[in-house]
């Protein structure tokens, strides 16, 4: 979702749309939580190598493109 930062008085918030609210169970109350992200992927990657569920499940099969227009550079 995208929002624009507006001015409230003096201050600056963002408008959440109305069915957004309702959808998601916000209340009065929210707690806003910056990380960075991406955090901790390389250990579930390396946890899913490890039960062996970093396999494809459909075999990769080339595309015309794959074989005509794709160029490694």
Do not use: C, Y
């Not at 990657?45 to 015309?64: I, S, V």
């Amino acid at each position: 979702m995208k929002a624009r930062i507006v001015r409230i008085g003096n201050s600056r918030g963002i408008r959440i749309p109305k069915p957004l609210i309702e959808r998601t169970g916000l209340g009065e109350d929210v707690e806003i939580v910056v990380g960075r992200p991406r955090a901790g992927w390389i250990e579930a990657f390396r946890a899913m190598a490890g039960h062996g569920d970093d396999e494809l499940l459909d075999e990769a099969r080339p595309t015309r493109w794959d074989e005509d227009e794709w160029q490694w550079r």
